[in-house]
């Protein structure tokens, strides 16, 4: 099937969906400059691997360079803007308004191009809470409240209640993902008819087995990303592109003639 003719089928299957999921991993963020997982990671932390960095002990280990790693990482965030890919997925759950977004990425992108309903599997680097979630699970904590001077002070912030450290809001590996988020997405997931599965490579569990929730309950999955990944043996559509050119394409294709 052509390229051409791919998008046109894929989008009127979407268009014919009743209860869509769609997937995203960092893929979909990198066309806004957000280097995905399985790039190279730069400067200090080029020598280092993302997941041995992205975990508790790496944290108790070396809190100030786990946070140093991160304030860098939202240093990028703060640049990037949703690129065409994001924007076409709002605009795709404006036509489908029963359609939910379940996102990987902690980069809050999805919202500002106006998403309405995204399930952040993996948390958010926009908020920050206590490492020993002192008050409850989780404990946030508004970092700008605080009197910590990062010029001066050797640690990452410390959290105002019980004086222990402040990390970022997310999912580390090795930790379990928010229960109501998982929970909902598995649940979508299994009462899915077709599954929309943008920008991951579906190595990171769990998130990666939910198309597949989806898949053994005859659900159709199609897959965007320029590249074959875990999940392309099971999509019935894959379309071969980056999602910032491909996805306005398949939104074009699904309003074409309204
Ligand atoms: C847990 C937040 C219970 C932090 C992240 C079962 C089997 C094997 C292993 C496990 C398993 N269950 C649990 C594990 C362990 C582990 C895991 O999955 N390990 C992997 C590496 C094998 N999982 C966990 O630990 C999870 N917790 O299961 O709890 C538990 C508890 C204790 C002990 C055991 C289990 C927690 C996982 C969450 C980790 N946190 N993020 C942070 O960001 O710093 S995951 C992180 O990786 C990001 O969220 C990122 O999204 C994700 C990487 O996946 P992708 O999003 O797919 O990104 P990736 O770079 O891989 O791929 C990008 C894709 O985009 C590529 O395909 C590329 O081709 C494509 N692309 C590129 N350009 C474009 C594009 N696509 C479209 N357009 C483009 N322009």
Not at 218 to 224: D, G, L, M, Q, R
Request: glycine residues 8%; hydrophobic residues 40%.
């Amino acid at each position: 099937m052509s390229d051409d003719s791919l998008i046109r089928e894929a989008a009127r299957v979407l268009r014919g969906s009743q209860r869509l999921v769609i997937l995203t991993g960092a893929g979909v963020s990198k066309e806004s400059g957000i280097p995905t997982f399985r790039d190279a990671l730069e400067g200090l932390w080029e020598n280092y691997d993302a997941q041995q960095l992205a975990t508790p002990d790496a944290f108790r280990r070396n809190p100030r360079f786990v946070w140093d790693w991160y304030q860098h990482r939202r240093e990028m965030m703060a640049e990037a803007r949703p690129n065409p890919g994001h924007e076409a997925i709002a605009a795709l759950q404006n036509h489908l308004p029963q359609a939910v977004v379940v996102t990987q990425n902690i980069d809050g992108l999805h919202q500002m191009a106006g998403s309405q309903d995204v399930i952040e599997l993996h948390g958010s680097l926009r908020r920050n809470k206590c490492f020993d979630n002192c008050q409850g699970n989780p404990t946030l904590i508004n970092i700008h409240t605080l009197a910590w001077n990062p010029a001066t002070d050797d640690g990452p912030p410390p959290c105002p209640h019980c004086g222990g450290w402040v990390r970022p809001d997310v999912v580390w590996f090795h930790e379990t993902l928010p229960p109501g988020a998982l929970e909902r997405a598995h649940l979508l997931c299994a009462a899915a008819d077709v599954v929309l599965v943008i920008g991951t490579s579906g190595v990171v569990q769990p998130a990666a087995n939910l198309p597949f929730v989806a898949a053994r309950r005859n659900a159709t999955i199609i897959e965007v990303n320029p590249e074959l990944s875990q999940i392309t043996a099971i999509a019935r559509y894959y379309l071969p592109g980056p999602s910032g050119e491909i996805m306005p394409q398949v939104l074009a294709a699904m309003t074409d003639g309204e």
